[in-house]
């Protein structure tokens, strides 16, 4: 055999080995990484912000009030575009079962004293003496003026004397309890009215006042 056939043969035996190796070898694997999903726990959870809650005894001013909207604090509002606070609340007996709630920014030693250059809020209503019940009028509702108005006042300063507003009104008043135990300090003090009221009126500022009521009921 030529030296020629012998490398052609060698050639072909390496081939052959070759080839051999390669099938035995198994095919490379691809590994395919699959990310990790953790879910968190509550406390690891963002906070979302809670929405504020509404302030103790604030009030929002509705053309509809109820008594419900009425907080739990002493009477406050707003007068012609002010911030007033109620320093005498009273109810004036009146003729014909009607009586007059009066709520001023007034400071009295005498609660059925006279009340002169103040900021104020007076209601008419006619419910049962003595006896707890409601008087709920939205702005729209029809009133009978000889049974029920409100009107809000404040002083003008100078010689010009206190402005009465008469707009449109509404109101929620509830009376819970209406003791007719008279005052043996103060013959005028017929007994006590304890209950919520809110005021509204249709005024450009919208003036309003809401609140508890604890008033002397009394008759000049």
Request: glycine share 8%.
């Amino acid at each position: 055999m030529s030296t020629r056939s012998l490398l052609l043969v060698a050639v072909a035996a390496l081939a052959v080995a070759a080839a051999v190796l390669l099938a035995g070898c198994p095919p490379k694997q691809t590994t395919t990484e699959t990310p990790v999903t953790t879910t968190p726990t509550p406390a690891e959870m963002p906070k979302t912000p809670a929405e504020p809650a509404a302030a103790p005894g604030e009030f929002t001013w509705s053309d509809a009030p109820t008594v419900a909207q009425v907080p739990d604090a002493p009477i406050e509002g707003m007068i012609n575009g002010k911030e007033f606070t109620a320093n005498t609340v009273r109810i004036e007996k009146g003729d014909n079962g009607k009586a007059t709630l009066e709520i001023s920014d007034a400071k009295l030693e005498d609660p059925t004293g006279i009340i002169t250059e103040d900021t104020g809020v007076d209601l008419d209503f006619t419910l049962p003496e003595g006896k707890p019940g409601e008087m709920v009028r939205k702005i729209a509702d029809e009133k009978n003026f000889d049974q029920e108005h409100a009107y809000y006042h404040y002083p003008q300063g100078g010689d010009k004397g206190p402005m009465s507003v008469n707009d449109p009104w509404g109101c929620a008043l509830k009376i819970d309890s209406w003791d007719m135990t008279a005052d043996p300090k103060n013959e005028k003090i017929l007994g006590t009215v304890k209950g919520k009221v809110a005021i509204v009126f249709e005024d450009d500022p919208k003036s309003w006042v809401a609140g508890t009521l604890d008033a002397p009921y009394y008759k000049w």
